[in-house]
């Protein structure tokens, strides 16, 4: 079965830097394109990042280009999101998922396979 576990979530001042992981157990991890999402505070849960199982192709929501970085380094199972210059609109649970043979770039909630249980991200004004 696999598990996704999300960790590096806290508070940061607007401008400051995060950076999230996401590591991945219970399969073959090379199997799988591996997104991030959030939830703002009453709000719907948002595509922010998406990357292909090879990591050379890879995808994000207007709002985050040219702040956010997703990586992911398959010999550790693992996934992360450097996320730069951070707003307060910024602030929401980010959660890890995946999706089992895809190459496409369209990232959608309900096509995803397995979620993690998200880590809170508070960026301060």
């Known amino acids: 079965q696999v598990q996704l576990e999300e960790s590096g979530g806290g508070m940061v001042q607007a401008g400051g830097s995060l950076r999230l992981s996401c590591e991945f157990s219970?399969?073959?991890?090379?199997?799988?394109?591996m997104v991030w999402f959030r939830q703002a505070p009453g709000k719907e849960r948002e595509f922010v990042a998406g990357?292909?199982?090879?990591?050379?192709?890879?995808y994000y929501t207007d709002s985050v280009k040219g702040r956010f970085t997703i990586s992911r380094d398959n010999a550790k199972n693992m996934m992360y999101l450097q996320m730069n210059s951070l707003k307060p609109e910024d602030t929401a649970v980010y959660y890890c998922?995946?999706?089992?043979?895809?190459?496409?770039?369209?990232?959608?909630?309900?096509?995803?396979?397995?979620w993690g249980k998200g880590t809170l991200v508070t960026v301060s004004s």
């Open positions: 998922a995946a999706r089992a043979y895809y190459s496409g770039g369209v990232f959608l909630e309900k096509d995803m396979n397995y």
């Open positions: 219970g399969g073959r991890f090379s199997n799988y394109a």
């Open positions: 990357i292909h199982w090879s990591g050379y192709s890879s």
